[in-house]
T-cell receptor, first 113, second 113 residues
Framework: DVKVTQSSRYLVKRTGEKVFLECVQD?????MFWYRQDPGLGLRLIYF???????EKGDIPEGYSVSREKKERFSLILESASTNQTSMYLC????????????FGSGTRLTVV | AQSVTQLDSHVSVSEGTPVLLRCNYS??????LFWYVQHPNKGLQLLLK??????LVKGINGFEAEFKKSETSFHLTKPSAHMSDAAEYFC???????????FGPGTRLSVLP
């Protein structure tokens, strides 16, 4: 069964900590994406990558960075976590032709205290 | 820029009655449109998609949507609601970065017995 796996379902971190969220896909997809989901706002794009070592800013990249050293893995990094980064984080992947649709992970619910 | 408006944040229907979830889009070019569903504590799943072929699109679980260019709409319908349809539904348009999707704020569907 093809899948996108996010390493943690729930995380609690302290303000100022460096946080790593990991995402792995086994579908040989070229594209990978990080979104955050907040009530009433839907999903907002943080960063995406269309190839190894490539990254592009999405709509809300401030306070985040990403790393893609291997095709199957895309990491989201919160350099210094803040309470306004408390959210559900969703990773997705797709083929270059995105009209086939995205495959999503189950999400990581991050709480920053 | 591409955007999506979901006209209802919450829709409540009785089991066995029709479902209508409304979506309007804005796109500077011929759009690709999708509906995704998110069941509680689950990842997002693709319901159906429109990518410039037939304007009436059939998806999984008996859902369908009709692309109406003159109305810039892509409403989701189902003839008869089932309890298992209770979930959050997102209307999605392909975004201006080319590879990304822009999500609407979501409509929560409740199905009453």
């Amino acid at each position: 069964d093809v899948k996108v796996t996010q390493s943690s379902r729930y995380l609690v971190k302290r303000t100022g900590e460096k946080v790593f969220l990991e995402c792995v896909q086994d579908m040989d997809h070229e594209n990978m994406f990080w979104y955050r989901q907040d009530p009433g706002l839907g999903l907002r794009l943080i960063y995406f990558s269309y190839d190894v070592k490539m990254k592009e800013k999405g709509d809300i990249p401030e306070g985040y960075s990403v790393s893609r050293e291997k095709k199957e893995r895309f990491s989201l990094i919160l350099e210094s976590a803040s309470t306004n980064q408390t959210s559900m984080y969703l990773c997705a992947s797709s083929f270059v032709e995105v009209n086939y649709g995205y495959t999503f992970g189950s999400g990581t619910r991050l709480t920053v205290v | 820029a591409q955007s999506v408006t979901q006209l209802d944040s919450h829709v409540s229907v009785s089991e066995g009655t029709p479902v209508l979830l409304r979506c309007n889009y804005s796109s500077s070019y011929s759009p690709s449109l999708f509906w995704y569903v998110q069941h509680p504590n689950k990842g997002l799943q693709l319901l159906l998609k429109y990518t410039s072929a037939a304007t009436l699109v059939k998806g999984i679980n008996g859902f369908e949507a009709e692309f109406k260019k003159s109305e810039t709409s892509f409403h989701l319908t189902k003839p008869s609601a089932h309890m298992s349809d209770a979930a959050e539904y997102f209307c999605v348009v392909r975004g201006s970065y080319g590879q990304n999707f822009v999500f609407g704020p979501g409509t929560r569907l409740s199905v009453l017995p």
